[in-house]
Structure formats: structure tokens, C-alpha cells
């Protein structure tokens, strides 16, 4: 069983800084990408941004050049640095892990969610 823990989420006024951590744990082999998401009340869940194993990163339009993903393969851990936050910011925080194989008990691959984080900034 593969585990996402998250922290960093938090209440912060317009135009602070806040730092969100991932960690999975589980025995695991390989992922292949891990990545933010985000749902705001009334709203669909919308990809933040992602990062490859192989350090490729996407991002959405709405946090291109204010928010930064980086990961940790060795800790199997995902950052994600959000700078310059704006109100439409607010939302729960979710991370994701694509295409997790595992070995134990047998292989196995398959997408997993954290629980998620409030993210609240304040105008």
C-alpha cells in the first residue's frame, strides 16, 4: 500500500509565501511523476503543475512564473513553492502520484492521492 502525505498548507495574506511537501512511502519501485492539484468550492480539481521522474515540469497557466515544483526521487517527495499568492489561489491542495509500480505483494501500477491541504490567502 502506497501512502501520500502532505504538509504546508495554511492561512496567508495576498501576496505571501507558502511551501507545500509530498511524501509517499510503501514499497516502491518506480514513480513515474507526482504533481499539485487543486479544488476550489464549487470547482472542478485542476492541475498545479507536475514533475517527471526525469525532472520535466508543467505548469498551469494561472501559477506559470509564481509557483515552483521540484522533487526528491531518492525520498520519493514532491515540493511545491508558492510565492506571490493571490486570493483565487485558495483551494484544497492535493497531491498526486501517476503510474506508481510497486513490488510487494506483487507488481502492481496505479495512480494515488493525498488527502489534501487547505491553502487560504487572504486579500
Given at each position: 500500500?502506497?501512502?501520500?502525505v502532505?504538509?504546508?498548507g ?8 507558502l ?7 510503501g ?7 507526482m504533481g499539485?492539484?487543486?479544488q ?24 506559470k512564473g509564481?509557483?515552483t515544483i ?5 525520498k ?19 497531491c498526486?502520484?501517476?503510474r ?24
Open positions: 500500500q502506497v501512502q501520500l502532505e504538509s504546508g495554511g492561512l496567508v495574506q495576498a501576496g505571501g509565501s511551501r507545500l511537501s509530498c511524501a509517499a512511502s514499497s516502491i519501485f518506480r514513480i513515474n511523476a499539485w492539484y487543486r476550489a468550492a464549487g470547482k472542478q480539481r485542476e492541475l498545479v503543475a507536475v514533475i517527471t521522474s526525469g525532472g520535466i515540469t508543467n505548469y498551469a497557466a494561472s501559477v509564481r509557483f521540484s522533487g526528491d526521487n531518492a520519493n517527495t514532491v515540493y511545491l513553492q508558492m510565492n506571490s499568492l493571490k486570493p483565487e489561489d485558495t483551494a484544497v491542495y492535493y498526486n502520484a501517476e506508481v509500480l510497486t513490488r510487494t505483494p506483487s507488481w502492481d501500477s496505479r495512480d494515488y492521492w493525498g488527502q489534501g491541504t487547505q491553502v487560504t490567502v487572504s486579500s
